[in-house]
């Protein structure tokens, strides 16, 4: 019985690609099938062929099962000591730069976004940055760019900002309104937001730093590789790609290719 | 599955242990894990739920009283034997068909992230047969769906005999779920693990 389900579960993972080109076949393989099996639970489908045969004919329903593939989990300033390492290890270096491109990749619903350009702005920078936002979740993208967050979350998220080194009072940065925050709509003055797949699409620009937090995890090794690949490629020499706080290159084939600026926050450069 | 039965409890063919504990945890594993003859050979994976902020110190603080390398869990690691992996807090951690360990941040279950379940559930996918599953003292549900899973692949399961774990909700909770192959004390579960050492060299 189970054998069948592992079989169902990857013919549904190639319909998706032959179908709709969104490429989940290099995914951590235990998380799909989590988050399938939840999916199941809400369409009300017995069986993933099931599941299947309705993405299949029906685009409105894969669109509901996209945001059940992709993990919208974030916040802002997540891990404060990575983005007070960005602040005091890698803005000086990138002051020294006349123009600045940043590649947010899987940026989902903004929040790593919107930290990064407060960090920029109080440190000069916002000005002449460019941010490329992507994510292949195009509700995501749309959530990131409107830019508006629970008023809950926001407060826990003042904490962590305090904690990066924040060096005004957060609450400088929205607007409150019944239960949402809105940010300042200048922040993302100068942020494109894209969708892009790094299992299916390629290098778009070249950058100075890429971010790509909490990401890579939901890769297997080969699709890490190929992401790494992309991020190498894209950086100009010597830029800075970080990463989430429980992700390496130490297992990956691009290892030798960079170096750790700051290890313990997963700050490294392309050498 | 009475506890004279299994202290003579032998388990061939395995592959793989996965553990997983809550509150009053850190005392239980300890006690398991302390009695561990050296050199033992096969690979130990465990769930202990820790509040998220912290930095876990599991796996330095298990290091210096267990005599097995003793890791925190990194994704995309591959399963060493002999190894005893911690899952790190805030992450959900799981086994991959390639046996390999895998990360996620996926919504919590029964509050908990990491969650025993997950790892529950992915390691029986992985090692079918070749899994044994231990869940210990706890206050909340997590564990049991997983046990089930685990026994529905043809794994070997264990409970902490209620009666003696430091909080019985969670023991209890998988025995109303499932009925495991053994429920044990903490000491005939340390006899347990040191049998399999010995027969599977």
Not at chain 1, 229 to 258: I, P, W
Not at chain 2, 54 to 67: K, N, P, Q, T
Request: hydrophobic share 40%; charged share 20%; aromatic share 10%.
């Amino acid at each position: 019985m189970d054998k069948s389900t592992d079989i169902e579960l990857r013919l549904l993972i190639e319909a998706i690609y032959l179908k709709y080109s969104y490429d989940f076949r290099d995914y951590s393989g235990a998380s799909v099938k989590r988050r399938v099996a939840h999916a199941l639970r809400q369409f009300d489908c017995k069986t993933i062929s099931a599941l299947q045969e309705r993405v299949l004919h029906d685009p409105t329903a894969f669109m509901q099962l996209l945001q059940f593939l992709t993990i919208p989990v974030s916040e802002m300033f997540r891990d404060p000591s990575h983005f007070l390492a960005i602040r005091q290890e890698v803005v000086p270096l990138l002051k020294t730069y006349p123009s600045i491109k940043i590649w947010i990749a899987g940026c989902s619903t903004g929040e790593e976004v919107y930290s990064m350009a407060i960090l920029l702005r109080e440190e000069g920078l916002l000005e002449r940055t460019i941010i490329y936002a992507t994510d292949i979740n195009p509700s995501s993208l749309e959530k990131a760019k409107q830019g508006i967050f629970s008023l809950e979350n926001v407060r826990a998220y003042t904490h962590n900002y305090q904690q990066a080194g924040g060096q005004r009072s957060f609450a400088d940065y929205y607007t409150a309104a019944y239960d949402y925050a809105i940010f300042d709509k200048t922040l993302r003055e100068n942020v494109t937001f894209a969708d892009h797949s790094l299992a299916t699409d390629s290098v778009f620009s070249e950058t100075q730093l890429i971010s790509c937090r909490n990401v890579l995890i939901y890769f297997n090794k080969k699709l890490q590789d190929r992401a790494f690949g992309l991020f190498h490629e894209s950086l100009c020499h010597r830029g800075f790609l970080v990463l989430g706080s429980k992700e390496t290159l130490d297992f990956s084939a691009y290892s030798k290719q960079f170096e750790p600026l700051v290890k313990q926050e997963r700050i490294y450069r392309k050498l | 599955m009475n506890e004279v039965a299994a202290s003579q409890a032998h388990v061939p063919g395995i592959e793989a242990i996965v553990i997983g504990a809550s509150a009053g945890g850190v005392e239980a594993l300890l006690s398991i894990f302390g009695n561990l003859p050296k050199g033992f050979g096969l690979p130990i994976i465990a769930v202990l739920h820790l509040p998220d902020e912290r930095r876990s110190h599991l796996a330095e603080v298990f290091a210096r009283r267990v005599s097995m390398p003793v890791v925190e869990a990194r994704d995309k690691e591959l399963i060493e034997p002999g190894t005893l992996y911690f899952a790190g807090p805030g992450y959900h951690l799981s086994v991959e068909h390639d046996r390999s360990l895998s990360l996620s941040q996926e919504d919590r279950v029964h509050h908990s992230r990491p969650a025993i379940d997950y790892l529950f559930e992915s390691a029986a996918d992985s090692y079918g047969k070749g899994l044994l599953a231990i869940l210990l003292t706890g206050a909340n549900q997590d564990g049991a769906q997983g046990l089930l899973h685990v026994q529905q692949h043809g794994g070997t399961t264990v409970v902490q005999d209620p009666a003696e774990a430091r909080v019985a909700v969670m023991p209890r909770a998988a025995l109303a779920l499932h009925t495991p192959d053994h429920i044990l004390t903490l000491s005939r579960i340390g006899d347990l693990l040191a049998s399999l050492e010995s027969s599977s060299c």
